[in-house]
């Protein structure tokens, strides 16, 4: 085998193998493979190559717009959210792994809402300030795109991921339950218990992929666990409200994920490794003792007060994660401490003795819970979340990005910033459309093609000038022209839920030929953003500039993704309805 990667010459000998995989992928949507990469392609390869470039004018158009139809809603409206010129850069994905604490494994460029993590609530994003111009609290965010002009080695990337075991990852219910009405405690308890055991299962299970990667195989283990979840958490929500509590949101809890962060770990004699194996944790977080898994069956009297405070305690972690974006290279070596912590501290322990005393006044008052006020700025490695009886041959733990350009193992070069990012809101092309709901979450590409299968993987690459035709692959422009990403978010709903057990069918995309919705789904404005580089055309040319990825996509461009949650308000949404409804061009 030859190619030619990253200025390197290495040329590749196998089309008639890409080709084949590329047919197998097309007929099965599935695809077992030593690795992957390649575009949408499928092909069996290490590292990222020059087949993963075309030059945009080879590409034929292909972009399908409906022509409107009476009734149609042909307006536009635009949101300035900046380009994150304040460096909201997080591994974190709060819309499909929620809760989950550097669960994309890569860099993500962040704009809009500025407290948002992994762990935040409906109500701190509420609360959190915003870099958008119009107020908009939306939080929009994509994966990094990086210049690195050494070889990505292929022989290492084979080697780690023979060595590795995909582990099912799930995020934790029981850290994110409000109270617990003390006639519920024990089931739910049990509830949880079995959660517990389900992961487990579903990993052993996992075992039989070790050292490969098994789309068809991940996605029956994944779809099977998610339907046997999706019914505990169901019951443990009922059996909450029953009990006469209330527990929303449970939904965004029920998706799991195959992991292969165990490959990041096992890469050996990493230049990463060597060049931030002494720096300090570019991205810190604040981070605190979780509260509400530890604490006993709450009084039906102190429930509405127990709820209130647990809701500050979140507010307050993110309005201090809010602090470290906005105050970055503020004051001296103690600032973090003085400024955030310290007062932190002093809130939480007033928080958590209100708490102690509503439960105490109803029943005996739990004790210890100070022991749970001091938090601490997180710039340790991370795992992937598992039950201790899980089966697991993890060789390291996964850092937090590090360094100054806050690098990851297997994500490693500077981060090229977006010189626009063009958000908007459009119509459609056969209805009016309706005022999306408050907290609405969508994503759009799937990060993971090769792992889950090809499905929900939308291509997204172009140029300036050349809008008629979208890429699977990473493009080289004419001179002149930025390259671009164009992300556009499913424009239909389904009038009821915001978040759904796999994070998609709550809503869905219009009919490509027409702009028609499906049945039972209802026209909302549909978010396209536009991410447009300055990237010099020789490193184009030369393939040193990729997307961030999980380590099974080894910087694939066909999983390229965007992620979004609605924080308008009610008005402001209401505003961008109508002016897309009367055809006009507002922001």
């Known amino acids: 085998m030859n190619r030619r990667k990253n200025g390197t010459a290495l040329v590749q000998t196998r089309p008639a193998r890409i080709a084949m995989a590329a047919l197998v992928l097309a007929a099965t949507g599935a695809l077992t493979a030593t690795f992957v990469s390649s575009g949408g392609k499928g092909t069996a390869d290490a590292a990222t190559s020059l087949d993963q470039f ?37 591994p974190d994905n709060p819309v499909a792994q929620p809760g ?10 962040f704009v809009g809402n500025l407290a948002i993590t992994a762990n935040s609530s409906d109500a701190d994003l509420d609360a959190s300030g915003t870099t958008c111009r119009n107020g908009d609290k939306s939080s929009y965010f994509w994966p990094v795109v990086r210049i690195d002009k050494t070889v990505r080695g292929g022989k290492q990337v084979q080697q780690a991921l023979a060595q590795t075991q995909p582990m099912v990852v799930c995020p934790s219910v029981g850290k994110r339950l409000r109270a617990v009405p003390i006639g519920a405690r024990g089931t739910v308890d049990r509830l949880l218990a079995e959660l517990d055991r389900q992961q487990a299962a579903a990993n052993q299970r996992m075992t039989a992929s070790r050292g490969r990667i098994d789309a068809a195989f991940n996605r029956e283990v994944i779809d099977s666990l998610r339907a046997r979840r999706a019914a505990m958490i169901k019951q ?28 990041h770990a096992r890469m050996p004699g990493s230049a990463h490794r060597e060049s931030v194996k002494a720096a300090q944790a570019a991205n810190p977080r604040i981070q605190c003792p979780a509260v509400r898994d530890r604490l006993p069956g709450v009084p039906d009297r102190a429930l ?26 503020q004051g001296g070596p103690a600032f973090v401490d003085n400024a955030i912590l310290g007062p932190l501290r002093a809130k939480r322990v007033a928080v958590l003795n209100r708490i102690a005393t509503a439960i105490g006044r109803q029943a005996p008052r739990p004790q210890g819970l100070e022991a749970l006020a001091g938090c601490t700025l997180d710039q340790a490695p991370s795992t992937p979340t598992a039950p201790s009886s899980a089966p697991t041959t993890a060789a390291a733990a996964l850092p937090d990005p590090q360094g100054p350009n806050l690098e990851l193992p297997g994500n490693t070069g500077g981060i090229v910033r977006p010189a626009q ?27 993971k093609p090769t792992s889950r299968g090809p499905a929900n993987a939308r291509a997204t690459w172009t140029c300036s000038g050349f809008t008629d035709r979208l890429s699977d692959k990473y493009p080289i422009c004419p001179a002149g022209s930025q390259v671009q990403r164009v992300h556009d978010f499913p424009g239909c709903w389904d009038g009821r839920n915001v978040d759904s057990d796999n994070h998609r069918n709550h809503v869905a995309f219009a009919d490509k030929a027409t702009g028609a919705c499906p049945q039972g789904f209802r026209a909302i404005p549909q978010l396209r953003i536009t991410v447009a580089y300055d990237i010099a055309r020789d490193v184009q040319v030369k393939g040193q500039y990729a997307l961030d990825s999980f380590p099974e996509e080894n910087h694939n461009p066909f999983s390229d993704h965007n992620d979004f949650v609605n924080v308008n308000s009610a008005q402001t949404m209401q505003r961008i309805a109508t002016c897309i409804n009367k055809g006009k061009n507002c922001s």
């Not at 009734?71 to 010129?85: E, L, P």
């Not at 509405?304 to 290279?329: F, H, K, M, P, Y």
Request: aromatic content about 4%; some cysteine; hydrophobic content about 35%.
């Open 304 to 329: 509405a007060e127990v709820n209130r405070n647990l809701d500050d305690l979140d507010r307050q972690i993110s309005e201090a994660n809010e602090r470290l974006v906005t105050s970055r290279g």
């Open 421 to 447: 990012v063009l958000i908007e809101y459009r119509g459609n092309p056969v209805s009016a459309v309706v005022p999306m709901p408050k907290f609405l979450r969508a994503l759009t590409g799937d990060a």
């Open 236 to 263: 443990i929500s009922t059996t909450i409200t029953a009990a006469g509590g209330s527990q929303p949101g449970l939904v965004s809890l029920v998706d799991c994920d195959v992991s292969y962060d165990d490959m």
């Open 100 to 109: 989950i604490r550097n669960g994309a494994e890569h860099v993500h460029d």
């Open 54 to 90: 075309v030059s945009i004018e080879n590409v034929p158009p292909n972009v399908q717009n409906p022509r409107p139809a009476a009734g149609a809603s042909t307006g536009r409206f635009t949101v300035d959210c900046g380009t994150n010129g304040n460096g909201k850069f997080s």
